[in-house]
């Protein structure tokens, strides 16, 4: 499954929030955006599912034009985390992630087994039965992931997904997005997360691609002194693959 944003534009009001980005999640690989805050990153994914009107330029999901598939089909497509989620009634766990399935293409199982192998591939079987306003902010976050997994879609767009989650979630988590083989679409704030989970990242500053490439390419330590005020790069890990290292002078 690939997905590609083609030239997109988005004006709200007199703001152009976003000015011709393009930007593509190949197939199978975990490309993550990045950016300060107020750039456009939440709101290039929004536009994904029409949650923001387009200005101009075109949502590409598997060669087909997003704006002239329902939203059924979109959901068939792609399995979406918000940044921030709210619920209005306090269902049991189970049934947040078994709601995942109204678009579900292939079933293969009941609803309710569906739903709990997505909760066992996140590591919380353990909430099953637990009410949705019970939970940490942690918890329901991975619980909306659950939710999008059971989807079973090939490609899972997830914006800020480790947002309140302790550090040792949030590597299990991006292990997880790492090795399932699905094409996943990241935002994210955290640098070193950036570097090391990403195999290409887009920087965005300001409603415009900066840069884009692997991570040391997406990275260099002259783009995040202008794009962050201040000094980093990426550096290897001592446990493998890639790192970033601020720079407190």
Same mark, same amino acid.
């Given at each position: 499954?690939?997905?590609?944003?083609?030239?997109?534009?988005?004006?709200?009001?007199?703001?152009?929030?976003?000015?011709?980005?393009?930007?593509?999640?190949? !197939?199978?690989?975990?490309?993550?955006?990045?950016?300060?805050?107020?750039?456009?990153?939440?709101?290039?994914?929004?536009?994904?599912?029409?949650?923001?009107?387009?200005?101009?330029?075109?949502?590409?999901?598997?060669?087909?034009?997003?704006?002239?598939?329902?939203?059924?089909?979109?959901?068939?497509?792609?399995?979406?985390?918000?940044?921030?989620?709210?619920?209005?009634?306090?269902?049991?766990?189970? !049934?947040?992630?078994?709601?995942?399935?109204?678009?579900?293409?292939?079933?293969?199982?009941?609803?309710?087994?569906?739903?709990?192998?997505?909760?066992?591939?996140?590591?919380?079987?353990?909430?099953?039965?637990?009410?949705?306003?019970?939970?940490?902010?942690?918890?329901?976050?991975?619980?909306?992931?659950?939710?999008?997994?059971?989807?079973?879609?090939?490609?899972?767009?997830?914006? !800020?997904?480790?947002?309140?989650?302790?550090?040792?979630?949030?590597?299990?988590?991006?292990?997880?997005?790492?090795?399932?083989?699905?094409t996943v679409l990241i935002v994210?704030?955290?640098?070193?997360?950036?570097?090391?989970?990403?195999?290409?990242?887009?920087?965005?500053?300001?409603?415009?691609?900066?840069?884009?490439?692997?991570?040391?390419?997406?990275?260099?330590?002259?783009?995040?002194? !202008?794009?962050?005020?201040?000094?980093?790069?990426?550096v290897p890990a001592e446990a493998?693959?890639?790192?970033?290292?601020?720079?407190?002078?």
């Amino acid at each position: 499954m690939r997905l590609c944003y083609e030239n997109i534009r988005v004006r709200m009001g007199k703001k152009e929030i976003l000015k011709g980005v393009s930007l593509t999640a190949r !197939e199978g690989q975990v490309t993550g955006i990045i950016g300060p805050n107020g750039c456009g990153k939440s709101t290039l994914v929004r536009t994904t599912f029409g949650l923001v009107p387009l200005s101009g330029g075109t949502v590409w999901i598997d060669g087909k034009n997003a704006a002239g598939l329902s939203a059924r089909t979109v959901a068939s497509l792609a399995g979406y985390v918000r940044q921030e989620i709210s619920c209005a009634f306090d269902f049991s766990v189970l !049934e947040v992630v078994s709601m995942a399935l109204y678009a579900r293409r292939e079933r293969g199982g009941s609803a309710e087994a569906i739903a709990a192998q997505a909760l066992e591939d996140l590591g919380i079987r353990y909430l099953e039965q637990r009410k949705l306003f019970s939970l940490s902010g942690g918890e329901r976050k991975l619980v909306y992931v659950a939710r999008a997994v059971a989807q079973g879609t090939d490609l899972l767009i997830l914006d !800020e997904p480790t947002n309140h989650l302790d550090i040792c979630r949030q590597i299990f988590l991006l292990n997880y997005l790492k090795t399932c083989g699905k094409t996943v679409l990241i935002v994210l704030h955290d640098l070193r997360l950036a570097a090391h989970y990403c195999d290409q990242l887009y920087l965005l500053s300001e409603g415009s691609v900066v840069s884009s490439g692997t991570p040391q390419e997406a990275m260099s330590p002259r783009l995040i002194r !202008e794009v962050f005020g201040t000094g980093g790069r990426v550096v290897p890990a001592e446990a493998g693959g890639l790192d970033f290292g601020l720079d407190f002078s």
